[in-house]
């Protein structure tokens, strides 16, 4: 079965191009590589943004440590022993 033309400035409804497309010669485009300089360097930006310091924990207060943990215990076992 032969393929259908189709007019070069149309394309087929679906499916691969009709045999002869694209015409030779036509590839690469005439300036191709591109020539140097192109694409043209970005244009300068603002310095990076750097993110300020977090801000310092808030301030707890100091415990007496070791020694308000054992008198609440000792205590505790006092009042369980008078109860009990």
Same mark, same amino acid.
């Given at each position: 079965?032969?393929?259908?033309? +189709? %007019? /070069?400035?149309?394309?087929?409804?679906? !499916? =691969?191009?009709?045999? !002869? =497309?694209?015409?030779?010669?036509? =590839?690469? %485009?005439?300036? +191709?590589?591109?020539?140097? !300089? =192109?694409?043209?360097?970005?244009?300068? +930006?603002? /310095?990076?943004?750097?993110?300020?310091? %977090? %801000?310092?924990?808030?301030?707890?207060?100091?415990?007496?440590?070791?020694?308000?943990?054992?008198?609440? /215990?000792?205590?505790?076992?006092?009042?369980?022993?008078?109860?009990?």
């Amino acid at each position: 079965m032969e393929m259908p033309k +189709y %007019p /070069a400035d149309r394309p087929p409804p679906e !499916g =691969y191009p009709p045999p !002869g =497309y694209p015409p030779q010669g036509a =590839y690469p %485009p005439p300036g +191709y590589p591109p020539q140097a !300089g =192109y694409p043209p360097p970005p244009p300068p +930006y603002a /310095a990076p943004y750097v993110q300020p310091p %977090p %801000p310092p924990p808030p301030q707890q207060q100091q415990s007496s440590g070791c020694l308000e943990g054992c008198l609440a /215990a000792l205590c505790c076992c006092c009042l369980l022993e008078a109860c009990f």
